[in-house]
């Protein structure tokens, strides 16, 4: 009897050994990705600010090719600095550091400001966006980590629908919470897609249709915000082809 309890001794020690180990090696897999997903996503932007500073040289009498160039290089740069937040806020969310500044919002006008903001990007697309609110809806809030949110979802409309299509966002009131809509006429999303949605560094199917870039950490650091808010974020796509539609639900 002492034998065998000596025996099943070893055989956790030797268990326990084999786990650490295991969640060893998943570790270190799992910043590899983190690392070669931020590395390619970070190259492109980067490839690109050299290019366009030599084309900015040759071209230098032109001034309509000057600003294009100076635009892309603005774009390129901004899409850099999205990725380097997003990647310093995924951390931070993961060491439970969320904390919220609440404060009284009209969700309207803060979802109709970050429609304003998005516009060029539909623009160079030919996408239009359709915003339909209902007027002086306040809930209690924080303004920044809202403004994410509703700019991450928008933002993700109109990465992965085609070109001179229409994205439509709409803000109701619904019972005792807010309800704020952005709909695609994208790709929409797959059974599979529905499975890994709000997953940190995950690709979904779809892809963006401009060669944006993308961090697949967008819908997760959206979700970790809706829910230390109180509210409810899911995704909906009817078919195939026919569009995604995502749908934040907040407190009032």
Known sequence: EEEQEVLRDLRDIAMEQIELKLISKLSVARHNHILNTTAHDLKNPLTTIPVRADLIKIKKHDPDTVDT??????????????????????????????????????????????????????????????????????????????????????????????????IYVKVSLVKDYVEIVIEDEGPGLTIEDKKLLFQRFTRLSAQPTA?????????????????????????????????????????I
Do not use: W
Not at 213 to 242: P, Q, W, Y
């Open 211 to 251: 060669n944006e870039s993308s961090t697949g950490l967008g819908l997760s650091i959206v979700k970790v915000l809706v829910d230390a808010h109180g509210g409810n974020i899911f995704a909906e796509s009817d078919a195939k082809n026919m569009g995604g539609r995502f749908t934040v639900e907040l407190p």
């Open 69 to 166: 160039m100076c635009d892309q290089i603005k774009i390129a740069s901004l899409n850099m600095v999205r990725i380097i937040d997003e990647l310093l806020q995924s951390g931070s969310m993961e060491a439970g550091e969320v904390k919220l500044l609440l404060v009284k919002l009209n969700i309207s006008n803060l979802v109709s400001n970050v429609v304003a903001m998005n516009l060029p990007l539909a623009d160079r697309k030919g996408q239009i966006i359709h915003f339909a609110p209902e007027l002086d809806v306040h809930i209690k809030g924080d303004e920044g980590r809202l403004n994410e949110v509703v700019d991450n979802l928008i933002n993700n409309a109109i990465k992965y629908a085609p070109l001179n299509t229409n």
